[in-house]
């Protein structure tokens, strides 16, 4: 029996598992679509286990720690922020969040029977999570952090330490430590998803409206971490070259339209100028995870080490 029906009839009467999604990272328990009293649910039910085993990460108590923290961060998300989001950047709605001991269960509206689907690689698509970001972002800006990730996204240097000492020797590895201050003391920060890939959007195709999930790794950032984060889960490298400054540009665009919404507008123009610095910087962290987790990555391009370049002339030893 799942470890998760006992805690969900305690709330429910009626319960009926139509589907298994998929399951969670490395055993940590599953995705189930299913009915509740008769309502179309999706059930997220974590217990993180006391071995991971995972093809790239070795099984260390550093490992574990840092997956069993992205989930409570998660379950704190939803309860004390999530609804307060504004309707341009809505996350996946939270009927209910059960918790026993390490066992956490969340049960979400299922998003299908509401008219969404998977985000896809379609340039509407991309446009509407970009100005999807772009209000999340501003709706945050310098927002309290408390339950969250002072650092939100799950690559950034302090939460992984050993695949920095994996990397070989090189510039990369020697400007780590430089790359990761640089994005820390920007003065400029917000809130950041902090695994925006495309996977974890759900789109309306009649109305564009954009629905995010998956917050473990939700703290604080500056915005552009999470534009690069997506764009390169979707493009390829030709399509980076071609297009990533356009979707940037798209992005500042809906980011200042948002500020004013929320009555940010004074300080639009310098936090602009500040991310938009750190764009190529956002691109070397990355390649810096990536080549100490999987230094044969597909994701690891010509566009990615461009960055990193410019992030050396720009920028240097500090």
């Not at 799942?2 to 998929?22: A, D, Q, V």
């Not at 341009?88 to 689907?117: M, N, W, Y």
Request: charged residues 20%; glycine residues 6%; contains cysteine.
């Amino acid at each position: 029996m799942s470890f998760y029906l006992p805690l969900i009839r305690l709330h429910y009467k009626k319960i009926k598992i139509t589907e298994t999604i998929t399951s969670l990272w490395s055993g940590c328990g599953e995705i189930v679509r299913c009915r509740l009293d008769d309502k179309a649910c999706v059930i997220k039910a974590i217990n993180v286990p006391k071995h991971i085993n995972h093809p790239r990460i070795s099984q260390t108590q550093f490992a574990i720690n840092r997956k069993r923290c992205s989930y409570n961060v998660e379950y704190h998300w939803y309860l004390h922020y999530a609804p307060q989001l504004p309707q341009e950047s809505r996350a996946l709605s939270c009927f209910k969040a059960i918790e026993h001991g390490p066992q956490k269960v969340l049960v979400f509206a299922d998003f299908a029977a509401d008219g969404f689907t998977n985000a896809q690689v379609h340039q509407r698509h991309i446009a509407a999570i970009l100005k999807w970001l772009a209000y999340f972002h501003a709706f945050n800006f310098e927002v309290n952090l408390d339950g969250l990730w002072q650092q939100g996204s799950y690559w950034h240097l302090a939460t992984r330490p050993d695949e920095y000492e994996k990397m070989p020797d090189s510039a990369l590895k020697l400007q780590a430590k430089n790359i990761d201050k640089i994005l820390r003391e920007c003065q400029y920060r917000t809130l950041i998803h902090g695994d925006a890939k495309l996977a974890n959007f759900a789109v309306n195709c009649s109305t564009m409206d954009v629905l995010g999930y998956d917050f473990q790794y939700t703290g604080g950032g500056v915005g552009v971490v999470d534009v690069m984060y997506f764009l390169g889960s979707c493009l390829n490298e030709q399509q980076l070259n071609d297009t990533a400054d356009d979707y940037l540009a798209n992005y500042f665009k809906y980011f200042s339209d948002a500020m004013q919404t929320f009555g940010h507008a004074k300080s639009t123009p310098v936090v602009i100028d500040a991310w938009r610095e750190l764009w190529p910087v956002a691109w070397a962290d990355f390649y810096r995870f990536l080549a100490g987790w999987s230094p044969e990555h597909t994701k690891i391009n010509t566009y990615m080490r461009k960055q990193f370049q410019i992030t050396k002339i720009n920028f240097g030893a500090r």
